[in-house]
């Protein structure tokens, strides 16, 4: 697997100085300027001067506005140097880390694993972190980047096996939460701090993604039919109760199926057939001929 890229940007002018054994080359060749002085007198002092500048220069340390480093005397822990410039003594001291103290990204997946429910998932994920304590993270832990990579990684393998892949495709900012805690907790001895992390996909094999959309589809027939079977009921309740409404009150129930009748027959060129028998009970004959007889003095009056 790829770890990713942790090469930094340096300026072009880059101050901060050679390893120790450089500087012993530079008190070495001190000493022999030295002797080159008891031969030749001013060539030798030009010689000591421009390694005294070269040592001087070499000790001249710049650090960026957003790094610390870390400043080893014989080996041991001295102090954390920067932003802007400090010195560093040739040789006795040295600059063991440059440490980064912006919120740094770190991509990471989990590819073919399990879920809860046995299901191989592929997950992409982003981390978001800083470091806020620069010595834990120069001597707790060596390469803190990709250590915090494998910790991430791990924990979101971790974080898939305990949930299932409902609750992964519907709760996702859970499951966000849970992943931050447990790479917080990982990475809390080594100085830094997770500010958040984000799965960005979650993908699942093909014939899967197939059975689920058949499955929704089915689903969603299953509801659509019985919502059409509960509006049915309703209507029917609503029938019954006008029924009854109009059992002993045969007026009303004539008035409602002119009404009926009146809906149907006032649209141009609409036509209705009714029995006789309802003709003859409700007087319907009256009711059409006026009606005709509206339609045709309409006209004229316009």
Request: hydrophobic fraction near 50%.
């Amino acid at each position: 697997m790829r770890l990713p890229n942790q090469n930094v940007n340096l300026p072009i002018f880059d101050f901060r100085g050679p390893s120790p054994l450089s500087m012993l080359l530079g008190f070495i060749f001190l000493l022999a300027g030295g002797l080159i002085w008891f031969i030749t007198g001013w060539l030798g002092w030009i010689i000591i001067g421009v390694i005294l500048a070269l040592l001087v220069g070499y000790g001249v340390k710049v650090a960026n506005q957003w790094e610390k480093a870390v400043i080893l005397r014989l080996g041991k822990f001295s102090h954390l140097a920067g932003p802007g410039m400090f010195f560093v003594i040739p040789i006795i001291d040295s600059v063991s880390n440059w440490i980064d103290h912006r919120t740094i990204t770190t991509t990471f997946k989990a590819e073919q694993t399990l879920t809860k429910d046995t299901v191989p998932v592929d997950v992409d994920a982003v981390l978001f972190w800083t470091v806020v304590d620069a010595k834990k993270a120069s001597l707790e832990v060596a390469q803190y980047r990709d250590a915090i990579f494998w910790a991430a990684q791990t924990a979101l393998r971790d974080v898939i096996g305990r949930t299932n892949l409902a609750e992964m495709l519907s709760d996702r900012e859970r499951i966000d939460r849970e992943l931050k805690e447990v790479i917080d907790r990982r990475t809390e001895p080594w100085g830094i701090v997770v500010n958040a992390v984000e799965i960005r996909d979650v993908v699942l094999p093909s014939g899967l993604q197939d059975a689920m959309s058949r499955e929704a589809q089915a689903e969603r027939e299953r509801r659509a039919r019985i919502i059409l079977g509960t509006a049915e009921t309703e209507i029917a309740a609503k029938f019954s109760e006008a029924a009854k409404s109009y059992e002993n009150n045969p007026v009303a129930l004539h008035l409602r199926a002119m009404n009926i009748l009146y809906e149907g027959i006032k649209e141009k060129g609409a036509m209705v057939i009714v029995p006789s028998s309802i003709v003859e009970t409700m007087g319907l004959g009256a009711v059409s001929g006026l009606t005709s007889l509206a339609s045709t003095v309409k006209p004229s009056n316009d």
